[in-house]
């Protein structure tokens, strides 16, 4: 049974930094494709970053050059370091998990998805 927990989300200033984490268990973590998703109240869910199982990222464009998606597939778990963070980034932040992905960023390529974690920004 998949099971995916996020953590690290909390509220920062505008221009601070978080990391979220996302602890994998039940399956096979290094192959599958793992992803970052938000959504904010009131609009779609979003693709931030996604890794697939053979390590190459895919990052939605308003977040390049500020978020990195990593891994510890030791530890499976998917990292999101989140930098120079602003408002519009306010959202629940949601990691998904499955396999034969195609299209990273899009949420309806996953079927296994974690419960959130908010993440405020505050200008």
């Known amino acids: 049974q998949v099971q995916l927990v996020e953590s690290g989300g909390g509220s920062v200033q505008s221009g601070g930094s978080l990391r979220l984490s996302c602890a994998a268990s039940?399956?096979?973590?290094?192959?599958?494709?793992m992803g970052w998703f938000r959504q904010a109240p009131g609009k779609e869910r979003e693709g931030v970053a996604a890794?697939?199982?053979?390590?190459?990222?895919s990052y939605a464009d308003s977040v390049k050059g500020r978020f990195t998606i990593s891994q510890d597939n030791a530890k499976n778990t998917l990292y999101l370091q989140m930098n120079s963070l602003k408002p519009e980034d306010t959202a629940m932040y949601y990691c998904a998990a499955d396999r034969g992905t195609v299209w990273l960023l899009s949420p309806n390529e996953y079927n296994y998805w974690g419960q959130g974690t908010q993440v405020t920004v505050s200008s």
């Open positions: 039940g399956y096979t973590y290094s192959s599958y494709c």
């Open positions: 890794i697939d199982s053979d390590g190459s990222t």
